[in-house]
């Protein structure tokens, strides 16, 4: 297969698979008489986004303001605090069992005592948010500057340079590709966790939705809403994608010899 073809076919492949999980799905409804209140076929959930496509714009759009502002707290929080475990030791050792114990507990029991200090509003959505996604963040950066090569170090102090250089000139671009995989894994996260929270603590965004469509029964709204919620992550992680392939692009083979 000739390079262009390639490029071709992976282009089209997500568009591809797509349309077959989609079409797979819409026949076995058909076959099988699934009724639209246990499954809706992909046709129904289709008529349910014309119908209520005003009520989905808006609510994905709250979504995505309150994941979005999360995630910036996660990201700024993130990188400060794993470049103090990356850089100090004793910070290293100090933190990482408060971390990790935090981590463990699950965010749906945090959201009532968000509630609970902050009452019903935008502000639980966005603190779940940012709890739920900063971890994966403040890990990653701090294993990408605990991989500089002792060899590596010591001839950078030969050379006179102090360990805030190092940490800046060295480190921090070291750990840019820990930074964007943890970026992937991190805004995922934040849109759980902000769904979560409307669910519980917000008159809006698609959480809110979802759990209103569900007290109602109307199975194709609550399908059409996690398809919003869909899109808008795709959207996301497509951006976090390309910002990555333009930042840190020198630190992945290129695939040219791949079959």
């Known amino acids: 297969m000739s390079h262009g073809s390639r490029r071709g076919a992976l282009a089209a492949a997500p ?13 076995a409804c058909r076959l099988f008489r699934i009724p639209a209140y246990f499954l809706p076929a992909p046709s129904v959930i289709a008529q349910a986004i014309g119908d209520y496509w005003w009520q989905l714009a808006f609510h994905s759009l709250h979504t995505l303001w309150m994941t979005l502002a999360g995630f910036a ?6 990188i400060l605090l794993g470049i103090a475990l990356g850089a100090s030791r004793i910070v290293n050792a100090g933190s990482y069992p408060l971390l990790v114990g935090f981590n463990a507990i699950p965010k749906v ?9 902050f009452g019903v509003g935008w502000v639980p959505p966005v603190m779940t948010a940012f709890l739920i996604s900063f971890f994966p963040i403040v890990v990653n950066v701090a294993t990408g500057l605990s991989t500089i090569e002792p060899e590596l170090e010591d001839v950078m ?10 940490l800046v000139k060295i480190g921090i671009p070291r750990s840019m590709p820990y930074l964007f995989a943890s970026l992937k894994v991190a805004i995922t996260l934040a849109y759980v966790g902000s769904v979560i929270a409307e669910s519980n603590a917000s008159q809006y965004g698609i959480g809110n939705l979802i759990t209103r469509a569900s007290a109602d029964f109307n199975v194709p709204l609550v399908f059409a809403a996690l398809i919003a919620l869909a899109i808008l ?14 930042t840190t692009g020198w630190a992945h083979r290129s695939g040219a010899g791949q079959a």
Not at 73 to 78: D, E, H, N, R, T
Not at 234 to 243: D, F, K, R
């Open 15 to 27: 568009y591809l698979f797509t349309a077959g999980f989609f079409g797979l799905w819409e026949a």
């Open 73 to 78: 707290i996660a990201v700024a929080f993130g």
């Open 109 to 117: 029991a945090v959201v009532p005592i968000l509630i609970l200090w």
């Open 157 to 166: 102090r030969a050379l006179g340079a102090r360990k805030w250089d190092i």
């Open 233 to 246: 992550g795709v959207a996301i992680y497509a951006a976090t994608v390309e910002l990555e392939r333009r």
